[in-house]
T-cell receptor, first 114, second 111 residues
Framework: DGGITQSPKYLFRKEGQNVTLSCEQN?????MYWYRQDPGQGLRLIYY???????QKGDIAEGYSVSREKKESFPLTVTSAQKNPTAFYLC?????????????FGSGTRLTVV | DAKTTQPTSMDCAEGRAANLPCNHS???????VYWYRQIHSQGPQYIIH???NNETNEMASLIITEDRKSSTLILPHATLRDTAVYYC????????????FGKGTRLHILP
């Protein structure tokens, strides 16, 4: 079945360490997105990519980095510069053409920095 | 900022229809209205979308006003499993297309 996979589901890291969250999709979607969600809050956009080798900052990109070397993959690195990295991270993908398609979301990665 | 406004929370009795409103007064002519829901600690799930006509699928119905400035998501027979946060979203639909999520409506289904 086609879908979008995020791994790991839970991640613990020490303060000051960089950590990379994986996001893979086999839906042949052009666009991919990373969102952050804090408890009781909505989703905030970190980075998004409409096409391979291209990506744009979202509303809260500081302290994060991404790459888009393959259509299927859009990993997110949470760097030591991110002041408060503990959160629930969601990856999504969508077809780029047209205005008639929704997003498919992964099941999320819950990052806890100790 | 999100282009939609929704009530923070709503209650609905199990078995009754849940009607979730959304205002999107600045919607453009080529923008669709999408609804998603997020069950606790899961990724959001697509429910339904529409442009100007009312839409229905196996999950819900979407009623869009004639002026397109508001819409209502209807869950016809709510169950406890429908307890979730429901997001109403207007999709921009150009090269910089990205979905902006508001805080949504927290729907509580009461037994």
């Amino acid at each position: 079945d086609g879908g979008i996979t995020q791994s790991p589901k839970y991640l613990f890291r020490k303060e000051g360490q960089n950590v990379t969250l994986s996001c893979e999709q086999n839906l042949n979607h052009d666009a991919m997105y990373w969102y952050r969600q804090d408890p009781g809050q909505g989703l905030r956009l970190i980075y998004y990519s409409q096409i391979v080798n291209d990506f744009q900052k979202g509303d809260i990109a500081e302290g994060y980095s991404v790459s888009r070397e393959k259509k299927e993959s859009f990993p997110l690195t949470v760097t030591s510069a991110q002041k408060n990295p503990t959160a629930f991270y969601l990856c999504a993908s969508s077809p780029r053409d047209g205005n008639n398609y929704g997003y498919t979301f992964g099941s999320g990665t819950r990052l806890t920095v100790v | 900022d999100a282009k939609t406004t929704q009530p923070t929370s709503m209650d609905c009795a199990e078995g009754r229809a849940a009607n979730l409103p959304c205002n999107h007064s600045t919607i453009s002519g080529n923008e669709y209205v999408y609804w998603y829901r997020q069950i606790h600690s899961q990724g959001p799930q697509y429910i339904i979308h529409g442009l100007k006509n009312n839409e229905t699928n196996e999950m819900a119905s979407l009623i869009i006003t004639e002026d397109r400035k508001s819409s209502t998501l209807i869950l016809p027979h709510a169950t406890l499993r429908d307890t979730a946060v429901y997001y109403c979203i207007v999709r921009v639909g150009n090269r910089d297309d990205k979905i902006i999520f508001g805080k949504g409506t927290r729907l509580h289904i009461l037994p």
